[in-house]
């Protein structure tokens, strides 16, 4: 995203007041809520408070995305050796009483930016005459989308096995602003109940998405472009639920159906290859891979990729004190004559030599007794007024992961996940012919880690294969798990829906 610091600010001054007055929003004070809801910037103002309340540090400003999802599929290491609760987290121990906090205050989180959809939901069809062309549509299918990304995160946190569901209730599916209990439901239910949230999102902003209609560059002008909208909010689509991130989320959301009913596959790959289709009106595509030249701009999120994405103002600051030398993200490893070892299993040396994953994202530490270990680079700005503040929600590149493993043949499978080879540097070798299927399986389960890593989606992929130990094609056998690791305990108690 181009200049991007100078985004948030002018962003922020659009708002005016915006972000306090949210701030200052009580859900369950009816005079506060109707005040906020007579106008559409009111309405603006609360979806933005959303997406405000998703940077916390519980879900996708840290939980969810680098921190103790991270850990639990054990791309980190424990930095203390007296942090025990931190132990028993890598280690699938979810009674310590730490770490069920830990667990209840991001169920609760995610949660809470359900409450704030709902808060717009709930009165927004009532207040249709308040809103200029185009914005009921996108603020409404903004506020359904981030509904359900939240809800599925929750169920992929917190739900079954997809492989083994179960007959059992699960989750609620949380729909209204209201004191009164909310039941859980059965897991294909609840599933009915994300699709239907997108399928109406979809339908929503189809005909008045900006990034229908726009490049990705002219949706993020630089300090002196002329923007192609007057209005300044439908600008920066990236940052915002868009029609590609619906697109995208049910691309995902159909492979997760598809671990115990095959059939789902299609639409995986429909809504998965939708988005890899998606042009701008030079007919170029609107989202590309990430590659060599991005790597070598310093561009290691690979933001020409991000589908969806949360702008982070100080995520120079935050990153660097996670990921730098005096960070606690890091990587356990040791030096052989090649200079690593964990990590030539995840990235072999036949393989990496021009693996923009791999080159010089990786270094040793130099600070006394932290020199076996290894610090990663990927949120790490480079130098300069205009770093990339985004921390990715959705990115091109799953999506081409979901085609390879929705093909129904191995000539078929080998076509994008070749050409994402090509992209991202590595040498494509095809798939087994004795058992093609599971040799994609592996090669698989290696690229999510791979190109997710400290993006919150190993031990989602881990949980959708039930895997017990890695791949037999990586000799280092460090991670381990048994089913019960994937059961990650709910809230004993109901928690308020609302916000309060």
Known sequence: MKKILTTV????????????????????????????????????????????????????????????????????????????????????????????????????????????????LSVIDDKKSVFTEGNYSIVKGEALTLRAFCHFDAMRMYGPLPSAPGT?????????????IHEPLLYQDFMKSVLSDLDQ????????????????????????????????????????????????????????????????????????????????????????????????????????????????????????????????????????????????????????????RWKQMWTYK?????????????YIQKAGLFPILQIPLLRLSEMYLILTECADTKAAAEAPYSFLCSKKGIPFTSFNTTDWVTDRKNKLIREYVREFYAEGQSFFTYKRFNLTTLPASWTYTYYNAKPTKYLVPKPDREINYNNN
Request: charged content about 20%.
């Open 168 to 180: 059992a209730r699960i989750l609620p599916y949380v729909t209204t602003v209201s004191k009164d």
């Open 201 to 356: 999102a979809e339908a929503l902003l189809k005909d008045v998405d900006p990034i229908r209609k726009y490049s990705i560059a002219q949706l993020n002008p630089g300090q002196n472009d002329q923007p192609v909208l007057n209005d300044n909010y439908l600008l920066y689509r990236q940052v915002r639920m868009n029609y590609y991130t619906v697109l995208a989320l049910k691309a995902r959301v159909y492979l997760w159906l598809s671990t115990s009913d095959a059939s789902y596959k299609v639409n995986a790959a429909k809504y998965a290859q939708m988005v890899i289709d998606a042009a701008d009106p030079t007919g170029a595509p609107l989202f590309r891979l990430g590659e060599e030249r991005d790597r070598a701009a310093e561009d290691y999120t690979m933001s020409s990729e991000h589908i969806s994405a949360l702008s982070v103002y100080n995520l120079a600051t935050t990153a660097t004190g996670l990921f730098g030398e005096t960070g606690s993200l890091m990587r356990y490893d040791f030096n052989i004559t090649d200079g690593f070892y964990y990590l030539n299993n995840l990235f072999p040396v036949s393989e990496r030599t021009s693996d923009i």
């Open 366 to 378: 130099t600070t006394a007794g932290a020199t076996n270990y290894v610090m990663y680079k990927k």
């Open 9 to 120: 600010i002018i962003f922020c001054s659009l708002l005016g007041t915006g972000c306090k007055k949210w701030l200052d929003v009580k859900p369950q004070g009816q005079t506060t809520q109707d005040e906020l809801f007579k106008t559409q910037k009111g309405f603006r103002d609360a979806l933005t408070g959303a997406y405000i309340r998703m940077k916390s540090g519980n879900i996708y400003g840290g939980a969810l995305t680098w921190g103790n999802i991270e850990f639990m599929a054990i791309n980190w290491e424990n930095p203390s050796v007296s942090n025990t609760a931190l132990t028993k987290l890598i280690n699938g121990d979810y009674t310590d009483a730490t770490v069920r906090g830990w667990l209840d205050n991001t169920y609760a989180d995610l949660f809470k930016v359900v409450a704030d959809a709902n808060s717009i």
